[in-house]
Structure formats: C-alpha cells, structure tokens
C-alpha cells in the first residue's frame, strides 16, 4: 500500500468573487453587470505515488504549484478534482514561522508545536532535550519566540518536525535555511530519518539536494506535470538545461536530448577550466620562482591526476 498517492490533483484559485472585493463592491458589480470571476489552476492532474522510505523531490520554476501541491498532501487544502490518498500522519514544514507564538517562550512554543502535531506532554518530556540540543538553542529556551533570528526559528520548527518520528515528513526549502553547519546537520538528519522508513517530499531550489536526497523527482511547470520517475539523474539534467534554454520537454525524447546537452555544456566548463588552471602554471612557471612553480604543479596534479602522487 502506497503511502501518499496523488490521482489527477487539480487545485484552482477563484479571484475576484466578494471574499475579494467585499460585499458592497460585489453588489454593485452584480447589479451593474460587471461582475466576473477568474479561475486560476495551481495545480492540474498531477499524479505520484511514494511508498514508506521514498524522498520525492519536487522541482520547478516560481509559480509552478509547488507549494499549494504541498499544501493538499498536508490537508491544507482539499483538491478541486482529484484526490489524494494519505496512510500515515505528518509533520508539514510549509511556513517556518506558523504554528508558533510569538509572545510565548521557546520552551512553550516547543511544547505548543507537539501538541498541534499531536504528540502528547508525557512524549514531548522525553524528546524536548533532544530537540533544543539539535535546534542549538539551550541558551535561548526562555527567551521569547518573537525575539529569535529567522535562522534561530528555522532550526526551531526543523529539530520538532524531524525528532518526533512523523510517517510522512514535507519541507519547502526548509533545508537551505541556518549556517553551512546546520544545514549539514540537517541534511545527514534527513538521511537518517529516510533509512528509518519515513516517506519525504522535500521541495527545493537546490537541484544539488534533490540529486543527493531524493529517489524519485516530480517536475511541475505552471501547474502541469511534466513528470514522475524513479531517475532522478535524468531529470536534475535536463532540468538544469531547461533553466538555461527554457526549452520545456514534451516527451522523453526531448528529456533525454536536454540531459545530454546539459552534460555536454558541463564537460566544456570543466575543459575551460583546466585550461586555465594549465595557463595559470604556465605563467606561474615563467614568472614566479620555483617553489610556487613546484606548489601550483602538485595543486593541479592533486585535482586532476592525484594517483601520479602515489
């Protein structure tokens, strides 16, 4: 039994109706004959399935229903056409801010988050260290919530999603938030938890993080699937190519053609760059002394060639 499976999730946004505009303008747009509403669909037929230890990563463009999918497989929002069919419960790093109190302590706000995921006080006593320890927050548990960085409260929210052992596990670019530490440590956290058995969907700029997270990947482009696969490689590539041309694939054809452009785009990067590092010892050899020469040879004999030093 799959533990999220999406059938043909349509999501759409109506504009302009009187929860918009207040009553008054919409009566007299009524009454005048100027009343229209527009339909916006974030989201159409999009359809995955994730068994327990898959990590989906959803990649796409700004504006391409990213956030709002996230949002239905988290029960935010219920789809307009479609369903979505959910075993297991969730812990949702949508917003990193919600959920907390601004005005109580990061104690209570710890404690206030469990009880919304709905973890009991007996359990949040056994993991509360655990959490502030991982949050690197023991200094600050006192202290108001409203008074912390933005990079204190993202480890806040990340450390209680992560240590209070969800089946389903969402983050929106959550692991791009804090210092390059942290997002080490929550990085190899995610990989932990994956080997665990939680099912994640992680949504991120960072191709890089779905490349080394994620096992399956799902490319929306304004709302449309373009699509699901367990070859994550194939599909980093050509989006990564896509980024460049704009070039949107209509079929596996095209997917693959971008792809090996892509590879064919890097291989000449990494050539221009060695040809610099080769024109950069050239001068290094005929102006400097021969210390710096012997230094900048060995450098690029490490990069390049590192079994020639053995």
């Known amino acids: 039994?799959?533990?999220?499976?999406?059938?043909?999730?349509?999501?759409?946004?109506?504009?302009?109706?009187?929860?918009?505009?207040?009553?008054?303008?919409y009566v007299t747009r009524r009454f005048t004959?100027?009343?229209?509403?527009?339909?916006?669909?974030?989201?159409?037929?999009?359809s995955f399935s994730l068994d327990k230890g898959d990590m989906l990563g959803i990649i796409g463009t700004n504006g391409a229903g990213k956030s709002t999918l996230l949002k239905a497989v988290s029960g935010i929002m219920q789809p307009t056409e479609g369903n979505m069919e959910i075993?297991?419960?969730?812990?949702?790093?949508?917003?990193?801010?919600?959920g907390f109190d601004g005005?109580?302590?990061v104690r209570e706000n710890t404690y206030l988050r469990?009880?919304?995921?709905?973890?009991?006080?007996?359990?949040?006593?056994?993991?509360?260290?655990?959490?502030?320890?991982?949050?690197?927050?023991?200094?600050?548990?006192?202290?108001?919530?409203?008074q912390l960085s933005s990079g204190m409260k993202s480890r806040l929210a990340f450390s209680i999603?992560?240590?209070?052992?969800?089946?389903?596990?969402?983050?929106?670019?959550?692991?791009?938030?804090?210092?390059?530490?942290?997002?080490?440590?929550s990085g190899d956290k995610m990989k932990q938890i994956l080997e665990n058995g939680v099912t994640g969907i992680l949504v991120s700029h960072s191709v890089?993080?779905?490349?080394?997270?994620?096992?399956?990947?799902l490319w929306l482009d304004h709302g449309n699937q373009v699509a699901f696969s367990d070859d994550v490689k194939l599909y980093c590539d050509a989006y990564e190519e896509f980024l460049i041309t704009k070039k949107l694939p209509k079929n596996i054809e095209d997917v693959e053609k971008l792809a090996q452009d892509y590879e064919e785009r890097k291989r000449i990067?990494?050539?221009?760059?060695?040809?610099?590092?080769?024109?950069?010892?050239?001068?290094?050899?005929e102006t400097g002394d021969s210390d710096a020469a012997l230094d900048a040879a060995i450098n690029i004999i490490k990069k390049h060639k590192p079994e020639l030093l053995k």
């Open 161 to 185: 999603a992560c240590l209070v052992s969800p089946d389903i596990l969402i983050l929106d670019e959550v692991l791009s938030v804090g210092d390059g530490a942290f997002r080490k440590k």
């Open 114 to 146: 469990g009880a919304m995921l709905g973890y009991t006080r007996e359990f949040m006593d056994k993991m509360y260290n655990d959490i502030i320890d991982f949050a690197e927050l023991k200094d600050f548990q006192e202290r108001p919530f409203k």
């Open 208 to 217: 890089g993080q779905v490349r080394e997270m994620c096992n399956k990947i």
């Open 103 to 105: 005005e109580l302590t």
């Open 1 to 25: 039994m799959a533990i999220i499976k999406a059938n043909n999730v349509s999501i759409r946004y109506i504009t302009g109706d009187f929860k918009d505009i207040g009553l008054k303008e």
């Open 87 to 98: 075993n297991g419960s969730i812990a949702a790093l949508l917003e990193l801010a919600s």
């Open 269 to 285: 990067e990494r050539e221009k760059a060695q040809q610099r590092e080769v024109e950069k010892l050239q001068n290094v050899l």
């Open 33 to 46: 004959g100027k009343y229209h509403v527009k339909e916006f669909w974030a989201d159409k037929n999009v």
